[in-house]
């Protein structure tokens, strides 16, 4: 788990051969994000690692949320691509990934959830929304898990629910042959003690798998 330290710090450690902790998986961060008194969260990722992933790199980013997702309880979450738009275009790279990305989980490469994208958050958010802009996409209105086109856009926005929004908002590395409890240095008490359940209930999964 990190403490006061940043994050790199950490990394640099547990990506060394010499502890046997790396895998052939990537690394990618999956925060959850949920409000007081509300028992609906969403996952986000990748706000912590990824930079800007590319398509093999986003397609082992959702395993590793799904993973989180099945930890949870969730056995079939439903997968929201983030993107600025709602159809392909090619001036948007992300676009073109999600909506392959969206091919790849109807053939199966992808399994254990349903993948959506491109889709706007209000899309991914609002059934309301999704009525109003004729959307019948079963993701859209019942999203469980966001996937940010790059670190900028999941860094700002789960950042702006937590500040904005007073969502609770905890995280965890997933990837490696433990889980990695990653929060940051101003945390509350309360999110650093969620993170670490999720990091056991994953580590748990994983044993009974």
Known sequence: MKGLIETSTLLIQLLKK???????SLLSHTALL?????????????????ISPSLEQKEKIINNAVTMAHALGNIHPNVA??????KPYD?????LDATELQRLNQIGQIKGCTVSGPMQLDLALSKQAAEMKGCT???AGNADI???PSIEVGNVFGKALKYMGDYIYAGVVLGAKVPVVVVSRAD??????????????????????
């Open 146 to 148: 966001f996937v940010a």
């Open 91 to 95: 001036k948007m790279p992300a676009t």
């Open 34 to 50: 949920m409000s007081e008194g509300s028992e609906k969260y969403y996952l986000l990722t990748d706000a912590g690692m990824n």
């Open 81 to 86: 691509m983030l993107c600025a738009k709602e």
């Open 18 to 24: 010499e502890f046997g902790l790396r895998t052939d």
């Open 188 to 209: 509350s008490e309360q999110e650093k003690l969620l993170s670490i359940a999720m990091a056991c209930m994953c580590n748990v999964d994983a044993q009974a798998k």
């Open 137 to 139: 996409d079963p993701v």
